[in-house]
């Protein structure tokens, strides 16, 4: 009972806290004071409709979706990383090895799933074979022996790319709120991933739902701690431009795998 | 006056022949310029592949104008980024200067970088003055370009990385090197500490630092332009190739991975036929640097080149129509239509060849011929020196360069050899083990 009002509790923080970096996301059209002069390379000019930009993609949704990808930045700087760096800081690193290894041998599920899905039996045999070998000689996944013993690395399947194998496009280009690029075929796939998940229920959170929460809190911590993408440290003024290209580039490659 | 020049002539051979000494059998595994350049030091022969573990460092950002005004498209920046690894006693400490578009934890600052910790020093990491934080932050034109003014920002930044630091560590001497341009901006640096005496530079190292700024971007700006098949205008098609050698690769090779080896991994598996698409490739890398500077120096400066004049970016705003134009405009352009102007709006009756001799190493070689601190490493096929300009390097450092045969632009910098080398100008440096 009091575990649930503290939940309510930091609900409600956590629900007040978004609101207010989506506030600091937002734009305020700035101001125009003196009248505007055309540019010396405007882009009218420059820019021609018989050749192909290989920075366009897709996007229709693009304001919406630079508001999430600032919305991200305020939540990395504010929130995600203070908590990463905090979870750095206490853990050793041999345990945060272990806490990453832990949730990739779960997400070997996942890759077998869709390997199988996708008909490829080297990578479903990977998957079966690391699953097996992390769990037991592993240590319920806590070690990764399969890599580092037997060089056996994990091969990446998720539904997103399961679509893209049989030929479904990429769809609009998204940003997801906390997890970052995406796009309408690759979300679809995450909630499917998500579904099959929660059918399956390896580690039975039905019966045992206390676990649930600090589960999937420690993965998000997990992965943000794996990911080394920091906003705005690319350097360039057209990251977003930049990150909507090469996910696509990147999903295009792990798709023809 | 005939005996004299050709006394110099031999005298200049004598010292190339010191200088390439010691240099025929360098093993340095990648004989090809253009590969070296792309693909870099490959890890098993790296000097310190690795991020040093237990390192104490320090990233903090650097408040240079109190009450600059930042536009609202760039409201992410929040002063420049900077590093600095600290040893736990009295050690000295090296400046490092990233190149062109580089900031200041690019992968060769971080090599040279852990090269030194390990050895002893403190490492202050510097940005490019080209790199957009740099111009926003730390650029007192805001218009990159010109190395004397550039180099006296840099001074600057490094004078408040120092206060910032204060009594975290405590310095013996300075030291300052730099690659590509930071190399060439390490010299500057080092003849304004001449005058303003706040460091006393004990050693100054450039690697791989062009002679002339004009004629090293005029080189890059060409490689793009002349190795896509077809021009410029064609350029996803020379992207849709480059990504079907990396599916080829990615789907073939077992345990491919994206780390700082993916470029080595495909270029051993699917060596390309001729050198023309790893020009294309750092005629790109360059294009993506200089489109990032030409963008945030127009918006900085309100200059009206890409974004109309007066108008006011919101962070929400679709910046794609301006990155197709930025990634249109050779530096070359830049240079004239906007550097070259500003300058001679101050300087009236300035030419324009007078600016680009300002911006060459020639313009202060005086100072090198006589500097005995002074070192450079460079490589006698680096791509961005124009035939011939390898000799400069010779003959006005003497035995104080050091010209590998290969190795391309800065593509063996961690190389084992070269660090070696590199710790070795310094052995006499009082790092405190």
Not at chain 1, 24 to 31: L, V
Not at chain 1, 118 to 131: S, V
Not at chain 1, 202 to 214: A, I
Not at chain 2, 295 to 317: C, H, Q, W
Request: contains cysteine; charged residues 25%; glycine residues 6%.
């Amino acid at each position: 009972m009091n575990q649930r009002i503290s939940m309510m509790y930091a609900a409600r923080i956590l629900f007040i806290a978004i609101s207010l970096l989506w506030l600091a996301g937002c734009s305020s059209t700035p101001e125009q004071k003196e009248p505007e002069i055309p540019a010396m390379h405007p882009v009218e000019d420059v820019v021609r409709p018989d050749v192909n930009y290989v920075v366009d993609v897709y996007d229709p949704w693009e304001p919406m979706n630079r508001r999430i990808y600032n919305f991200n930045t305020h939540f990395d700087r504010y929130v995600f990383l203070p908590v990463v760096r905090g979870y750095e800081f206490i853990t050793p690193d041999v345990v945060e090895d272990s806490v990453s290894n832990f949730f990739s041998n779960i997400g070997e599920i996942e890759n077998f799933i869709n390997s199988a899905l996708q008909l490829k039996p080297r990578a479903t045999a990977t998957a079966f074979f690391r699953f097996a070998m992390n769990s037991t000689f592993g240590v319920l996944g806590l070690f990764d022996p399969a890599t580092d013993l037997m060089g056996t690395p994990e091969w990446d399947e998720d539904f997103g790319q399961t679509l893209g194998h049989y030929g479904v496009g990429d769809g609009p280009f998204v940003v997801l709120p906390i997890l970052g690029p995406s796009n309408a075929r690759d979300t679809t796939g995450l909630v499917a991933d998500g579904l099959m998940f929660s059918a399956i229920d390896p580690l039975n959170f039905d019966s045992n739902d206390d676990v649930e929460v600090p589960y999937y809190l420690l993965q998000a911590i997990d992965t943000r701690h794996r990911t080394k993408f920091r906003y705005w440290e690319t350097g360039s003024p057209f990251e977003y431009e930049l990150v909507r290209l090469l996910y696509g580039k990147y999903r295009q490659l792990q798709i023809a795998k | 006056m005939k005996a004299r020049s050709s006394l110099w002539v031999l005298f200049g051979l004598l010292i190339s022949a010191c200088a390439w000494a010691g240099t025929e059998n360098y093993t340095f595994p990648i004989k090809d310029p253009f590969a070296a350049t792309v693909v870099g030091t490959p890890r098993d022969v790296a000097a310190e592949p690795k991020p040093l573990r237990g390192a104490n460092v320090r990233n903090f950002t650097v408040q240079v104008f109190e009450d600059r005004e930042k536009p609202d498209v760039f409201w992410y920046d929040r002063g420049l980024r900077t590093a600095v690894a600290y040893q736990d006693h009295k050690a000295p400490l090296i400046f490092l200067i990233a190149g062109t578009g580089a900031s200041f934890d690019s992968p060769k600052n971080r090599g040279m970088a852990r090269a030194f910790y390990k050895k002893g020093f403190h490492v202050a990491a510097i940005s490019s003055s080209t790199h957009p934080n740099f111009i926003v932050s730390a650029s007192t034109s805001k218009l990159p370009g010109h190395i004397v003014d550039d180099s006296r920002d840099i001074y600057r930044v490094m004078e408040l990385m120092m206060e910032e630091m204060g009594d975290r560590i405590e310095v013996s001497e300075y030291h300052v090197a730099g690659y590509s341009l930071g190399g060439a901006q390490a010299a500057f640096v080092s003849k304004l500490d001449e005058e303003k005496r706040v460091f006393n530079f004990k050693k100054v190292l450039m690697i791989n630092p062009p002679v002339s700024l004009y004629n090293s971007v005029n080189i890059l700006d060409r490689m793009l332009e002349e190795n896509i098949p077809g021009g410029v205008d064609k350029f996803d098609a020379f992207v849709d190739r480059l990504m079907d050698a990396f599916t080829e690769v990615y789907t073939t090779v077992d345990h491919v991975e994206f780390n700082d080896e993916f470029l080595y991994t495909v270029y051993r598996h699917r060596p390309p036929k001729d050198d023309e698409p790893l020009a294309a490739l750092i005629g790109t890398s360059f294009r993506i640097s200089s489109a990032n500077m030409v963008f945030t120096s127009d918006v900085m400066t309100n200059a009206g080149y890409i974004v109309p004049k007066n108008r006011v970016l919101s962070r929400g705003e679709s910046l794609t129509g301006f990155s197709k134009v930025a990634h249109r405009i050779t530096f070359l352009q830049y240079f004239d239509e906007l550097l070259y102007p500003y300058y001679k709006s101050k300087q009236p009756g300035l030419e324009r060849e007078e600016l680009l001799d300002q911006l060459s190493l020639r313009s202060i070689e005086d100072y090198l011929r006589n500097s005995d601190k002074i070192y450079v490493m460079h490589n006698a096929d680096d791509l961005i020196l124009q035939k011939g300009e390898i000799d400069f390097f010779t003959e006005v450092f003497g035995s104080r360069a050091k010209i590998y045969p290969f190795g391309g632009h800065c593509g063996n910098m961690d190389y084992e050899v070269n660090v070696d080398h590199m710790l070795g100008l310094f052995a006499d440096a009082g790092a405190g083990q």
